[in-house]
C-alpha cells in the first residue's frame, strides 16, 4: 500500500512490494549474525532431494488444476502471467520459509521428524502466518478482509512448502512450486 514509485505506476500488480521483501530479506542477511545460508538460501540442496520435489510439485500443482478442469478459467494478461511466474514465489518463500521458518525454528527447536525432515514449532507457526496472509488482507482503505476460501486453499502448500524446505535444506524448490502453483492455472487458461 505504499505509494509506487515511478517505475511502478501504472503496472497492475505489487511489483514493487514484492521487490522490497526480496530486499528486505536480502539486508537481514547482510546483518551480522545472519547469512543467506542461515536463511535456507543455499544453492547445494540436501542428498535426496529430488523425489520430495517432484512429489511436492504433482500434489501442490494438483489443487489448482482441480479448479482450472472444473471450470474456473483465469485468461491472463501479459503482466499478470508474469508477475505470478516470478514474484509471489520469490518474496515469499524467502520471508515465509526462508525468515520466519528458519529464525523459528532456531528459536523453538526442531524435535519431530517426518519424511526425512526434521520438523518443529517454527514449521506451523510458518505455515499458519501463510495461511492467514493469504486470507486476511487490508484493502487500500486499511479495512481488514478475509476469505475463508482463500485460507483453506492455502492451506496445502503451506504445509507441503514448510516440508520441503526442511527436507532439502534450501528455500530454492519452494520458489519454484510457489510460482508452479500460482502460474500453472494461468498458464493452462492461456494456452488451453
Known amino acids: 500500500m505504499a505509494p509506487q514509485t515511478a517505475w ?41 532431494s529430488a523425489g520430495p520435489i ?7 500443482v494438483a489443487l489448482p ?7 474456473m478459467r483465469m485468461p491472463p494478461d501479459r503482466e499478470t502471467l508474469l508477475f505470478e511466474l516470478t514474484m509471489p514465489g520469490i518474496a515469499e518463500e524467502l520471508v515465509f520459509r526462508g525468515v ?20 518443529g514449532w517454527g514449521t ?23 476469505s475463508m476460501f482463500a485460507m483453506m486453499f492455502a492451506i496445502p502448500p503451506a504445509v507441503l512448502l514448510g516440508w520441503l524446505r526442511e527436507r532439502t535444506g534450501s528455500v530454492w524448490p519452494g520458489i ?10 494461468l498458464l493452462a487458461s492461456r494456452f488451453l
Not at 19 to 29: F, G, N, P, R, Y
Not at 100 to 119: C, D, I
Not at 124 to 146: E, S
Open 8 to 48: 511502478f505506476r501504472g503496472l497492475s500488480w505489487n511489483w514493487q512490494g514484492k521487490i522490497l521483501e526480496v530486499l528486505w530479506v536480502l539486508l537481514l542477511a547482510a546483518l551480522p549474525g545472519y547469512s543467506l545460508a542461515r536463511l535456507g538460501i543455499r544453492g547445494r540442496l540436501s542428498p535426496g
Open 54 to 60: 517432484l512429489c511436492v510439485v504433482l500434489g501442490a
Open 65 to 71: 488444476m482441480v479448479f482450472w478442469f472444473q471450470g
Open 100 to 119: 520466519f521458518q528458519s529464525l523459528l525454528n532456531e528459536a523453538f527447536g526442531q524435535p519431530w521428524r517426518l519424511g526425512r525432515a526434521s520438523l
Open 124 to 146: 506451523l507457526l510458518t505455515a499458519a502466518l501463510f495461511v492467514v496472509g493469504h486470507g486476511a488482507l487490508f484493502d487500500q482503505h486499511l479495512r481488514l478482509q478475509t
Open 176 to 185: 519454484l512450486v510457489h510460482n508452479l502453483v500460482d502460474g500453472l492455472p
